[in-house]
């Protein structure tokens, strides 16, 4: 295996970090797991505990591994949470992303870093539109990330992924139907999902491509600039339950609040990434199908 350089991933521990840390272990990468409490990783992995809200430990860090890439997914992406706490919020992604990125200004210039922002990051000209101030933490970082680029001519790529499923533990729509749908299973329970609209739209990509997206943008991605890691589609809930109906014993229901019809356009453009040479491999089906079979095993557990 061909060694492709030092690797630090921050949230490794976490839904999207436990398949990039995997991805790049096999990429032939020398990976650094980045988590805030102790976690097992493959022995090939050096793990390293950090908080990287506190500046001191960050810095010592990067002084102590030195990384020559930087995939950055660590962060608090809970909307619900940014409310009742938003000052924890902003400090766990953009104090953090802020304290990453000096220190490797300071300790190991040259790295190439892939910051992972969030779909709902907004252009800051709309900042009087901001929803939340979950938005609002992740319009920050990317903010610090590109001016950090511009200023001190650092290698930043940003990454704004849509909706990531695949198997695993997440809080994704996908994951949450899954869970019900393999515990009601389990029970010999009727199934019955409740959804707020069946017709709600979304852009769904299964963790893994998008973790191939991150390992493209590592190596080919430009200084500076924001590319979509998306399919392109809208899938409505309607589709996913149909989706969930083709693997599963009898019939699920759907109990419902509203059902309007709601024609919603792709909002993000994998375009970009594609022209790199990057582009989705796994259906919708098989993500699906992937999903039920991890919540499946865990009941058996």
Not at 196 to 214: E, G, I, K, M, T
């Given at each position: ?21 995997a ?37 010592n ?15 608090q ?5 940014s ?6 919020t ?18 190991s ?63 994704g729509?996908?994951?949450i ?11 010999g ?30 190596r080919?991605?430009r200084?500076?600039?924001t ?43 994998p ?31």
């Amino acid at each position: 295996m061909n060694q492709q350089g030092k690797l630090m991933i921050t949230g490794a521990s976490g839904f999207t970090g436990r398949h990039a840390c995997a991805h790049f272990l096999k990429s032939g990468f020398d990976i650094t797991a980045i988590s805030r409490k102790k976690m097992n990783f493959d022995g090939r992995i050096h793990a390293e505990c950090c908080d990287l809200t506190n500046e001191n430990d960050v810095n010592n860090l990067i002084k102590r591994t030195k990384p020559q890439y930087l995939l950055h997914l660590a962060g608090q992406n809970h909307v619900g949470e940014s409310w009742s706490d938003p000052v924890s919020t902003l400090e766990a992604n953009t104090m953090s992303t802020a304290y990453l990125i000096d220190a490797i200004r300071k300790e190991s210039p040259t790295c190439k870093m892939v910051i992972v922002g969030s779909a709902l990051q907004i252009d800051p000209d709309s900042i009087s539109s901001i929803p939340h101030p979950y938005s609002l933490s992740k319009t920050l970082q990317v903010l610090i990330a590109q001016s950090w680029a511009v200023l001190y001519n650092m290698d930043i790529t940003i990454a704004k992924p849509s909706n990531l499923i695949g198997p695993g533990f997440s809080n994704g729509v996908c994951s949450i139907f899954a869970k019900k749908i393999a515990d009601m299973e389990r029970k010999g329970m009727e199934k019955v999902l409740e959804v707020d609209n069946p017709n709600d739209q979304r852009d769904f990509l299964d963790v893994r491509d998008a973790v191939r997206a991150y390992d493209f943008l590592l190596r080919k991605g430009r200084s500076g600039e924001t590319y979509d890691v998306a399919s392109g589609n809208n899938r409505s809930l309607k589709e996913i339950i149909e989706g969930y109906r083709s693997v599963t014993t009898g019939d699920i229901q759907v109990n419902s609040k509203r059902n309007d019809l709601i024609e919603n356009k792709a909002a993000i453009d994998p375009i970009k990434l594609v022209n790199l040479g990057w582009k989705p491999n796994i259906p919708l089906e098989s993500s699906l199908m992937d999903i039920l079979a991890f919540h499946r095993d865990l009941m058996e557990k």
